[in-house]
């Protein structure tokens, strides 16, 4: 049996109590500064991450999402949107056969797309693009070879430290995210995305109703319960045909 994440593992056949590592403050250093690096030693997810070769404890994030709603298959082509520092594109380099040693099963295709330079990732294509340029999109599906199957979307906007602010910036950042995806996608395609929980999504949620035909929105487990963000799933890209005609007739309202 394979324990859940952030389950101790009792290995002397007693209760033991988990122990937790403190971090000291230090000189020139803020509290909030202690606390962040005390809970990030803490974390379950962040130790797995470490001893599992992630980039990050996001990775866990899209391992769930996708053992819920499987979307990243052997020989899916997959687009990483602001893909920083690549945990998100590990993950799916080792679900879509990227690096070909499943040899029973289709290779695919990964390509990470950040405004910062990245760490090469095996099994990735790695570019430095601005997914928000006019050619980007025509970049993407030269690089791929075709149109993608997925894309997905861990960004998030910079923060301005006041929260409806930054919620309205990451919704119109996943906004945009949306729209790209619609260029890029194979009919039939997914697109995941990570938003903030708060009431100005409306909008998105319409685009991706109007588009796709399942949208859910989701907390993976890995997702901190502190935190407001969430994800939105949406399956079967209606095709880019349609999704014109909807966006005209929305436009026409």
């Avoid at 980007?136 to 997925?150: C, E, F, R, S, T």
């Avoid at 910036?169 to 990570?194: N, S």
Wanted: include cysteine.
């Amino acid at each position: 049996m394979t324990d859940k994440p952030g389950t101790p593992k009792n290995t002397s056949g007693r209760g033991q109590r988990e122990l937790r590592v403190r971090v000291k403050t230090a000189k020139g250093r803020k509290l909030s500064s202690t606390l962040w690096l005390e809970r990030q030693l803490n974390d379950p997810y962040v130790i797995r991450a470490r001893k599992e070769g992630y980039r990050g404890r996001a990775a866990f994030k899209i391992l769930e999402l996708d053992d819920k709603y499987q979307f990243l298959k052997p020989g899916a082509r997959v687009v990483d949107l602001g893909c920083a520092p690549g945990g998100w594109c590990q993950v799916a380099v080792a679900r879509v056969n990227a690096l070909g040693d499943r040899p029973a099963k289709p290779v695919g295709t990964v390509l990470g797309v950040d405004l910062q330079a990245v760490e090469p990732i095996a099994g990735a294509q790695i570019h430095q693009l601005d997914f928000l340029d006019d050619a980007a999109d025509g970049l993407v599906k030269g690089w791929l070879g075709g149109p993608a199957d997925v894309v997905m979307s861990d960004m998030a906007a910079a923060s301005s430290g006041h929260k409806g602010t930054d919620h309205l910036r990451i919704i119109a950042l996943c906004e945009a995210a949306a729209y790209f995806a619609m260029d890029v996608l194979e009919e039939g395609g997914t697109f995941v995305a990570k938003v903030l929980a708060g009431g100005a999504e409306n909008s998105l949620q319409t685009i991706l109703k109007q588009n796709f035909r399942k949208v859910a929105n989701v907390k993976p487990p890995a997702s901190r319960a502190d935190s407001s963000e969430k994800f939105v799933v949406a399956q079967g890209f209606r095709g880019r045909d349609r999704a014109v005609d909807d966006l005209d007739e929305s436009d026409a309202d």
